[in-house]
């Protein structure tokens, strides 16, 4: 066994590959826990004796630890190393896993899920920085970048299916435990195939301040729109989160243009080609969350599936979305990144807005067709994404880059669950108001029986035929979202194509 590993050093190309692996098992796992814990939620609350609101602050706890260290971990990941902090942050995961699978209490819960989150945000800016540095080839850069985004999306797709069996045959502490096997391997994997990389500049100030502020602008963002709908938008709560984002962004911004080595460099954002990718990630990864997110509710409320069978429908997305990204890598070769891009967004859009044609008599196939269309677009363009924001920065700062497309993705999937279930919310009650005065119990079909004895019923179907049309609104609205990526997506400029290669210069 040892022999064959020191061959596979021996070979650069089979090791670049095997780094890959590596940093995918890190990444699946991290996104898979984030998503697989809210079908726990119900064994959970049972077991705690809590209530379904105080349950919503172990989702919510862990989303705000995650979003907050983002950016420190990238600079770390910059500076003291890359393989050190991704191993690091992956040990600790582990350790938090386990923690989090022995809580006996909501309080120790919340805390192990802290430690959970922090751990895992040092996956994805150090893994980005990783396969970038290990792929100094455009094309073979632009797959590797397009193979590991693919598998940060299906593993949102793969948690309703692999946390059912998992918890019905198991407990909901299975989906924390059996992250301690998984991990071992991942980690010795990471300690034998991935090189150290830093840096050439050393970190001699660390943007304490500026990480600070972050963090507190970040955490206020992240709570109102996770427990804005709850609190409404115009609550004192809401207006208090409001309030400390706006201030303390604007100390962060003062803070980081002073600072000699600020946390996020706002040199990248006079960076068109960056903005406008930036711009078209946060859409379509708000489109895709939110979309993820509505889809299992309508499934299992109006189509009367359950949770596997719910998860099944996932599985040819997954597939789709990894199958379709070497051909956006294959197309670019021959077609600038933005027009794949584009044409990617537009397709993901197309798919969403076909979501807005289910009714209670969709079979599976109206709900697959969809999400197979969307992981197509989705997965055509996530190369081109990925690669252009790694090949804009310089390679020490790969780290810093890759932390702000990690925090917009982050805050879209939460940008896109706190819109998407607003609109469904005012939609519904629009709706049963006006399906309401347009509708009357028919009189005559009723007979002599009281018409109150039909009342129930006919307050039921309003209110059913209220929550059908204001997911067709939703999704109408919500590709929107993508369609304006799409266009967006056109703005940015490349300078040159290496057909050779595969690198991409941008302005």
Not at 8 to 16: E, G, Y
Not at 124 to 145: D, H, N, S
Not at 206 to 228: M, Y
Not at 444 to 461: D, E, R
Request: glycine share 8%; aromatic share 12%.
């Amino acid at each position: 066994m040892i022999k064959k590993i020191r061959s596979i050093k021996n070979n650069p190309d089979n090791l670049r590959w095997l780094v890959l692996l590596t940093v995918i098992i890190g990444t699946f796992l991290g996104r898979l826990d984030q998503t697989i814990v809210n079908l726990a939620l119900p064994k959970i609350i049972g077991d705690f004796n809590i209530t379904v609101s105080a349950a919503g602050w172990i989702a919510t706890a862990y989303i705000l630890a995650n979003a907050i260290f983002v950016p420190i971990w990238g600079k770390l990941g910059d500076t003291i190393g890359r393989k050190k902090v991704y191993i690091l942050g992956f040990s600790i995961f582990i350790f938090g896993s386990v923690l989090a699978g022995l809580a006996w209490d909501l309080s120790s819960m919340i805390v192990f899920r802290i430690i959970q989150a922090i751990a895992s945000s040092a996956d994805y800016p150090t893994a980005m920085a990783i396969i970038a540095v290990t792929f100094r080839e455009g094309k073979e850069r632009a797959q590797a970048l397009g193979i590991w985004s693919a598998s940060f999306a299906a593993a949102a797709v793969f948690g309703p299916l692999i946390g059912g069996p998992l918890i019905d045959n198991f407990s909901w502490r299975s989906v924390f435990l059996i992250n301690l096997p998984i991990g071992i391997i991942g980690i010795l994997m990471a300690m034998s195939f991935i090189r150290e990389s830093v840096s050439e500049k050393k970190t001699v100030k660390f943007d304490f301040w500026g990480a600070g502020t972050l963090g507190i602008a970040l955490s206020a963002l992240v709570l109102v729109l996770d427990k804005g709908l709850e609190w409404g938008w115009t609550s004192l709560n809401s207006f208090s989160c409001y309030l400390s984002v706006l201030i303390f962004l604007a100390v962060f911004i003062r803070i980081e243009k002073k600072h000699p080595e600020p946390l996020v460099d706002f040199k990248f954002f006079k960076i068109g080609a960056f903005i406008h990718t930036l711009i078209n990630n946060f859409l379509i990864f708000m489109g895709m969350m939110g979309g993820i997110f509505l889809i299992p509710i309508f499934a299992q409320t109006f189509l009367g599936y359950d949770a596997t069978q719910t998860g099944y429908l996932f599985i040819p997305m997954a597939f789709i979305m990894v199958a379709s990204s070497p051909l956006g890598v294959f197309l670019g070769e021959k077609i600038q990144p933005r027009f794949i891009i584009a044409i990617s967004t537009f397709i993901a859009g197309i798919g969403l807005y076909l979501f807005s044609y289910l009714d209670p008599r969709s079979g599976a196939l109206g709900i697959i067709i969809p999400l197979s269309i969307m992981a197509f677009g989705m997965g055509l363009g996530m190369a081109q994404r990925t690669n252009i924001i790694a090949s804009i920065v310089p390679v020490n700062e790969i780290g810093i880059a890759s932390s702000i497309l990690a925090l917009a993705r982050n805050i879209a999937g939460a940008f896109g669950i706190a819109i998407f279930s607003t609109i469904l919310s005012d939609a519904t009650n629009s709706n049963v108001l006006t399906i309401a005065s347009h509708s009357a119990i028919n009189s005559v079909a009723i007979g002599l029986k009281p018409m109150t004895n039909y009342l129930p019923t006919f307050i039921s179907l309003v209110i059913l035929k209220a929550q059908i049309s204001a997911y067709d609104t939703v999704f109408a609205i919500s590709s929107l979202f993508l369609f304006t990526g799409a266009f967006l997506a056109l703005l940015i400029k490349i300078k040159k194509i290496n057909k050779l290669s595969g690198e991409i210069i941008v302005e």
